[in-house]
């Protein structure tokens, strides 16, 4: 399998120890799913995405094999360069090799210290988890965010555990930013930002409706204003 690729732009991929990738806050963060994807097009999509207002994207392409998921992680790398962060799902080897932002690691994945010890002080790691009481355990790992779900009843997810926003409200204390996941869409996002997360991570919010673009744009809207919103607040 291959996919179309250009040389990436100047700037691109993860950044050096005095200039290290950063999370731009609301994270609106796009995971991948080329089967959903519009015509099958992820690199477009992801582009598309992007264009909309999207500053994360995760590649999650679990059945890949190891070659087709490199030459995917390539092109998005070039197409998106600069404009969003790019971590792999699971696989620091493949964000290595690309140059990737970061990798995302699942709740019984990787261990932190190696992905670290993989990619260097300056990637952005991040790790799934499903309960406050994991946000807890993974409070001292030398992550850079957790990812929490599920929130809502989701697609990806249909037998998960709902957690709702009240697990968003009782992880603050585990001092690091949280990503909200599952059955995330532009309605509830700011029911998401509002109980303090940090930003949320969606797949057929975005990548469902025929134009992502414009479904990129909505929820990063939506996501951005009630950012804009509670920090009003807060400086009250």
């Given at each position: 399998m291959s996919y179309?690729?250009?040389?990436?732009?100047p700037g691109a991929g993860r950044g050096s120890e005095a200039?290290?990738?950063t999370l731009v806050l609301p994270i609106v963060c796009l995971i991948t799913d080329r089967i959903l994807a519009p015509r099958g097009a992820v690199v477009d999509a992801v582009t598309a995405a992007v264009d909309g207002g999207v500053n994360m994207v995760q590649l999650r392409e679990k059945d890949l094999s190891t070659r087709d998921l490199l030459d995917l992680a390539r092109a998005i790398r070039a197409a998106i360069g600069p404009s969003a962060l790019l971590l792999i799902n699971g696989r620091a080897d493949i964000a290595f090799a690309v140059e990737a932002d970061g990798v995302h690691l699942s709740s019984d994945g990787l261990p932190s210290n190696?992905?670290?010890?993989?990619?260097?002080?300056?990637?952005?790691?991040?790790?799934?988890?499903h309960s406050v009481d994991e946000a807890f355990a993974c409070g001292r790992e030398p992550i850079n965010y957790l990812e929490l779900g599920t929130i809502f009843t989701?697609?990806?997810?249909?037998?998960?555990?709902?957690?709702?926003t009240q697990a968003i409200e009782a992880a603050q204390a585990c001092d690091k930013p949280i990503i909200a996941v599952g059955g995330i869409t532009s309605d509830n996002v700011k029911s998401v930002i509002a109980a303090g997360a940090s930003g949320a991570a969606v797949i057929s919010a975005i990548l469902a409706?025929?134009?992502?673009?414009?479904?990129?744009?909505?929820?990063?809207?939506?996501?951005r204003e009630a950012w804009e919103r509670r920090s009003v607040a807060g400086r009250a």
């Amino acid at each position: 399998m291959s996919y179309p690729s250009r040389a990436a732009p100047p700037g691109a991929g993860r950044g050096s120890e005095a200039h290290p990738p950063t999370l731009v806050l609301p994270i609106v963060c796009l995971i991948t799913d080329r089967i959903l994807a519009p015509r099958g097009a992820v690199v477009d999509a992801v582009t598309a995405a992007v264009d909309g207002g999207v500053n994360m994207v995760q590649l999650r392409e679990k059945d890949l094999s190891t070659r087709d998921l490199l030459d995917l992680a390539r092109a998005i790398r070039a197409a998106i360069g600069p404009s969003a962060l790019l971590l792999i799902n699971g696989r620091a080897d493949i964000a290595f090799a690309v140059e990737a932002d970061g990798v995302h690691l699942s709740s019984d994945g990787l261990p932190s210290n190696a992905a670290r010890a993989t990619l260097g002080s300056s990637a952005i790691i991040g790790r799934s988890i499903h309960s406050v009481d994991e946000a807890f355990a993974c409070g001292r790992e030398p992550i850079n965010y957790l990812e929490l779900g599920t929130i809502f009843t989701s697609r990806s997810h249909p037998g998960g555990d709902v957690i709702g926003t009240q697990a968003i409200e009782a992880a603050q204390a585990c001092d690091k930013p949280i990503i909200a996941v599952g059955g995330i869409t532009s309605d509830n996002v700011k029911s998401v930002i509002a109980a303090g997360a940090s930003g949320a991570a969606v797949i057929s919010a975005i990548l469902a409706p025929a134009n992502v673009r414009e479904a990129a744009q909505r929820f990063s809207d939506a996501a951005r204003e009630a950012w804009e919103r509670r920090s009003v607040a807060g400086r009250a």
